[in-house]
């Protein structure tokens, strides 16, 4: 009797645990390691007196090198919970991107109806990522994201945002961050000022439309007086589907406001325009070119980037990727090929080394990496 008592306990508890089990999310263990070697030319020496060159071993330059789990537990009726926690890091030396932070990428929680959309609270990349699909590089480290110093891949906190379901071949994006300062668009008392955005996308077989509108604004003060960190950016871009090729074209423009410039050469504005092709030669050869142009206002000049590359698949997930690529700078700017920070290049005051050539020079560089997925 006792036997089977026990017998009949352990039954149950099994029962219960697999019950537990089905209720539990499925989780999902994903990431990409990509890492190459980097040859550029055109660099500030540390004094920023003349020009340099260097090889490296970089990561991140084909797509950010990252780790993260996602994970979602059908609730009934069309309803399910889900959550992502994502993070980078260097594949060159381990560091993690953002130092102190984990999950610098993504930390959300949310909920997902099929007829009503998606819900997210948390840590985003911001909605101005939604670039992404509409260059022909994917925003590598030498594309549309150079001219505008990093201004389209930032990663916003306080986070509520909206993904609608597809309606007709449209769908809606919406995102609102929080400052969580005492004064509603940021005060000094937090690290991040309010930022906010939505993007509407028209998708068939042929062609993809998509307009954003986003601003981020001034921890310090709440305000949009930087045109490359805080800013309101306008985006219009469009793909077109020929068979193996892929036509891409953007206009884009970044705008403060009320801001004051004493300096000349601090641009309050800018514009952005890019296209591209690319030809996928084959099911796992892809072949790119594409140009950026930015032209910045208050004697900031103009740039313009030129690219070739492209890659090819060993696997599903796995592939070789290579870019060559050239910024040609007007006789008052200074854009490099990286998303460098506005300013002189060379050894600043704090240590660091900026990347940005000397007004008027160009710069040059060569990638060739491997990318692999899990």
């Not at 005060?187 to 439309?209: A, C, E, H, K, M």
Request: glycine share 14%.
């Amino acid at each position: 009797m006792k036997s089977l008592v026990k017998n009949g306990v352990a039954l149950a508890v099994c029962a219960l645990v697999s019950g537990v089990a089905n209720a539990q999310s499925s989780v999902t263990l994903y990431g990409r390691l990509d890492a190459g070697i980097e040859y550029v030319s055109g660099l500030p020496n540390n004094a920023y007196t003349g020009s340099t060159s260097r090889w490296r071993m970089e990561s991140g330059n084909w797509g950010t090198s990252l780790w993260g789990m996602k994970g979602v537990e059908d609730l009934g009726a069309g309803n399910k919970a889900l959550f992502q926690l994502e993070g980078s890091f260097s594949t060159t030396n381990g560091s993690l991107g953002a130092a102190g932070t984990l999950w610098n990428r993504w930390a959300t929680v949310g909920f997902a109806n099929d007829s009503y959309g998606t819900l997210l609270l948390g840590r985003e990349l911001a909605i101005t990522n939604g670039v992404w699909d509409f260059d022909p590089f994917g925003q590598t480290n030498w594309s549309s994201a150079s001219l505008v110093r990093g201004r389209n891949w930032p990663q916003t906190s306080n986070n509520i945002s909206w993904q609608s379901p597809k309606w007709n071949g449209f769908d809606v994006y919406g995102q609102y961050s929080f400052s969580n300062a005492t004064n509603w668009n940021g005060n000094g008392t937090t690290t991040q000022g309010r930022s906010d955005g939505i993007q509407v996308t028209y998708s068939n077989s042929l062609f993809q439309l998509r307009g954003i509108y986003d601003e981020i604004r001034n921890a310090s003060n709440g305000g949009l007086d930087d045109v490359f960190n805080y800013s309101r950016q306008y985006f219009a871009g469009a793909n077109l589907f020929l068979g193996p090729f892929k036509v891409q074209a953007v206009y884009q423009a970044s705008r403060t406001s009320g801001a004051t410039v004493a300096a000349y050469g601090t641009p309050t504005t800018t514009d952005q325009e890019w296209g591209g092709v690319t030809w996928q030669a084959t099911p796992a050869a892809a072949l790119i070119a594409a140009v950026y142009h930015v032209n910045a206002n208050n004697g900031g000049g103009n740039a313009t980037i030129y690219s070739v590359g492209g890659s090819y698949n060993l696997s599903k997930r796995t592939l070789l990727d290579v870019q060559v690529a050239t910024v040609r700078n007007s006789k008052a700017a200074n854009f490099g090929l990286d998303a460098n920070s506005a300013g002189a290049g060379g050894v600043g005051s704090d240590g660091t080394y900026n990347e940005n050539p000397l007004p008027g020079h160009s710069q040059t560089g060569f990638y060739a990496g491997i990318q692999h997925s899990f």
